[in-house]
């Protein structure tokens, strides 16, 4: 997804930003597909509501039998000098969600709303 937003070779790693804005990032749902949705709104609501934007990030803690990720992320704010403008990402979708388990790992599909 920040990948869309902008350029990840262009995003440097800010630890204090990163502490700040990207440490305990938590999502819940109900069933496997509304916590990929939760997990990557909350993300998409942590850029747009603190500019900020992940090159890496890292699941802290996932319990399935209660449907709760938490995430970390580096990265740092967003700076239009340094980081190109991509696609504006409006919204997460449930439309063509694809999760797909194979050989030994899971693929998955999301549509944006741009």
Known sequence: ???????LETISTN????AEHASHIVAEGHD???LVYSFLDEWLYN?????FVANTI??????????????S??????DIDRHPQG????????SGMRIEEKDGRVDIYVVVDI
């Open 87 to 94: 696609t504006e990402v409006k919204a997460i979708t449930y």
């Open 32 to 34: 496997l597909r509304s």
């Open 1 to 7: 997804m920040f990948g869309y937003i902008t350029s």
């Open 47 to 51: 850029f747009h509501d603190n500019d």
């Open 58 to 71: 890292t699941i802290d803690e996932i319990n399935l039998d209660k449907w709760r990720v938490v995430s």
């Open 15 to 18: 630890e204090s930003q990163s």
């Open 73 to 78: 992320g580096k990265g740092e704010a967003m």
